[in-house]
């Protein structure tokens, strides 16, 4: 079972690295496009590339918050990285400020790898409980919810990706495997 758990564990680490490194290319290539491309309404689900981008800190610090309730203390989630205002919901736009933003989305990476390197054995496996953003009560195992947060990352990092490519910015390779 150690075994096993250690495999899992790092696993998360692995798309955690992961994460970092697309976000760090992701800003980067949103970088030269200034406030009025980024905010540009394109289509998208959530109008802009900074929208998008904002909602991932949303969601991110969300389930963070949600990780960090289930009875196992982490030093890497506690302090003010995680707190959202009021009322915020998957569109609110918590960083206004490009810089802001960016420096936001970093402090978030760091605090994933630092949680996910203190994560003990058997906490992937312990049953989560929480309610969700509609206030309807889940319960499941966490490397369910730690697996839909990473997925739920890659899929609006790619919507992202998809609009810098329609706006001609080549964000480079993005793929997983890369890293390997």
Sequence with gaps: MQRMDSA?????????????????????????????????????????????????????SMWLQRFARQGVAFAALA??????????????????????????????????EDWLADMPPGFLQQTMRYANSKGVWREHPAWQALTHFFNHQTHHRGQATTLLTQAGVDVGTTDLIALV
């Design 79 to 112: 302090g003010d990285l995680l707190l959202l205002p009021a009322g915020a919901s998957f569109a609110t736009e918590l960083e206004a400020d490009w810089d802001a933003l960016r420096a936001r989305r970093e402090r978030l990476d760091a605090a994933v």
């Design 8 to 60: 899992f564990i790092d696993n998360y680490r692995f798309l955690a690295r992961y994460n970092r490194w697309f976000n760090q290319r992701l800003y980067a290539a949103c970088d030269p496009m200034g406030d009025e491309g980024r905010r540009l309404d394109r289509g998208a689900f959530f109008g802009s590339i900074h929208g998008t981008l904002n909602h991932l800190v949303w969601a991110d």
